[in-house]
């Protein structure tokens, strides 16, 4: 592996805590379709597309509808938990996150953001870390979704570093696994027992630091 030159942060889960608010959005949905949906289900949830994760939500239910339902449903979806986001304020920044970014950027390593979200700048803005990411791939700009490496490698391609010069932060399984994929390193951000892929596993970037980062194998 080469000397590290940049990170790559998946956001939902690593930066921000939105697991909640995708939960309370999807969960009116499933009442308003019959079915209980519960906050175990919702870990299936972590890291997957939109529409994926309807696909999943309706499995759990039993429910099969058309392709035209099922985009109206998340359209309808997304624009509940919009609702929430569009209240978020840089308090719910997660511990350490913002400090690492600042000190990472300080020591001269580049930075990009490797999110599924189409609602990622929307997110970015409200938490004003815009700025501090000098590359934004979210949802919008990549048409395969992790575990393929896609997402990354764009990251890599706008930083114009070398994957294996890239670190990645992930809180999802499919994430990690599209970091090794696109043969980068892959901090998990999380539970060991999820995450074990990863070249490290901690609770949270408050864990994290350059000194830390310059160890990593
Ligand atoms: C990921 C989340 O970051 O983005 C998933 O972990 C979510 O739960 C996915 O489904 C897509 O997000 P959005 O905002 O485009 O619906
Ligand atoms: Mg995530």
Redesign the pocket.
């Known amino acids: 592996m080469g000397q590290i030159k940049a990170c790559l942060f998946?956001?939902?889960?690593v930066i921000v805590d939105?697991?909640k608010y995708?939960y309370i959005a999807w969960r009116e949905l499933a009442n308003e379709l019959g079915f209980e949906f519960t906050i175990e289900d919702n870990e299936r949830?972590?890291?997957?597309?939109?529409m994926?994760?309807l696909d999943i939500l309706l499995e759990i239910g039993g429910v099969s509808l058309s392709e035209e339902e099922k985009l109206r449903l998340a359209d309808k979806k997304?624009e509940n938990?919009r609702t929430f986001i569009l209240q978020m304020k840089p308090d719910e920044i997660l511990d350490g996150a913002k400090d690492l970014l600042l000190e990472l950027k300080e020591k001269g390593i580049r930075i990009a953001l490797g999110?599924?979200?189409?609602?990622?700048m929307t997110i970015l803005n409200k938490l004003e870390l815009t700025d501090l990411f000098e590359a934004i791939i979210d949802?919008t700009k990549v048409s395969k979704a992790k575990p393929d490496p896609e997402v990354f490698l764009k990251g890599a391609e706008a930083l114009n570093v070398q994957a294996e010069e890239c670190v990645v932060f992930e809180?999802?399984e499919a994430g990690v696994e599209a970091a090794l994929a696109g043969n980068m390193r892959c901090v998990g951000i999380g539970s060991p027992n999820v995450l074990g892929k990863a070249n490290l596993v901690i609770d949270g970037l408050h864990q994290m630091s350059y000194e830390k980062l310059m160890k990593l194998d």
């Open positions: 998946d956001l939902d889960g939105t697991a995708h949830l972590k890291g997957v597309s939109r994926t994760s997304n938990y999110s599924a979200s189409k609602n990622a949802g809180d999802a």
